[in-house]
């Protein structure tokens, strides 16, 4: 199984050294993505940012359930990433945070080593690989909760799979009481790609753009492959 680091050393190489001509060609990647998906599903993950505008929630949903890959890892976040959310909450240990689209829990888990104790993780399959992390089923797009119901929300990874963007941004907008951290990967567009996402971010601007706050409440940084914004109410 490939590490983070190995996977990310990987999609540097295709992204920036092999001209897009080549990168998007179908007889060049499918080895790739018949090697990354081992040898399943193949054909159907080659084909998914042709069809996905016309998945049905469902359809859509089967994508994910059938997403098995060569890598291994707990987080598509890195430790540089991580470290800078965490600094960015605050001193406040018992402020309420949500992570939407947190997965099995693993930054809520960083942050509860650090002292905080109110945490809420919300994913569309509610699964927690730790004892202490609750994870509730939601989705990005109508989460269930009232306005301003978080001191601070993350979301992690999770903008880049979501099928209406500026829903889901306003949703996170609408249960923000204080601070809103958005981490997304910094990639380009290609036709082939080992994940699924549908929304790209290769400049900060293309996630500004939909934020829509003032610049004065807005904080942004690059680490390593992310983009990292950080939203004040």
């Known amino acids: 199984m490939l590490s983070r680091r190995i996977t990310n050393f990987i999609r540097a190489i295709l992204d920036e050294c092999i001209p897009p001509f080549i990168r998007d060609n179908h007889f060049f990647m499918y080895p790739m993505f018949y090697i990354w998906f081992k040898g399943k599903n193949v054909k159907k993950m080659m084909e998914f940012k042709s069809v996905f505008h016309k998945l049905s929630e469902e359809e859509f949903a089967k994508y994910y359930q059938e997403y098995d890959y060569i ?43 650090k002292g905080y104790t109110n945490l809420t993780g919300v994913d569309l399959v509610p699964k927690s690989n730790y004892e202490e992390i609750s994870v509730i089923a ?21 903008l880049e799979h979501v099928l209406d963007l ?6 996170l907008k609408r249960i923000t009481k204080h601070k809103l951290i958005i981490t997304v990967p910094r990639q380009r567009y290609y036709r082939y790609t080992f994940d699924l996402h549908i929304h790209f971010f290769p400049q900060i601007s293309f996630l500004l753009k939909h934020l829509n706050l003032p610049e004065s409440q807005v904080e942004y940084k690059s680490i390593k492959s992310d983009w990292t914004v950080v939203c004040n109410f």
Request: proline share 6%.
């Open 138 to 158: 939601g989705n990005i797009e109508s989460l269930p909760f009232p306005d301003n119901h978080f001191d601070v929300v993350l979301c992690s990874h999770t």
């Open 166 to 171: 500026p829903k889901a941004i306003s949703e």
């Open 71 to 113: 890598a291994d890892r707990p987080t598509d976040l890195s430790k540089e990433s991580i470290k800078f959310i965490i600094n960015s909450l605050g001193n406040n240990k018992e402020c309420s945070i949500a992570d939407i689209g947190c997965g099995y829990g693993y930054v809520l888990k960083q942050i509860s080593d």
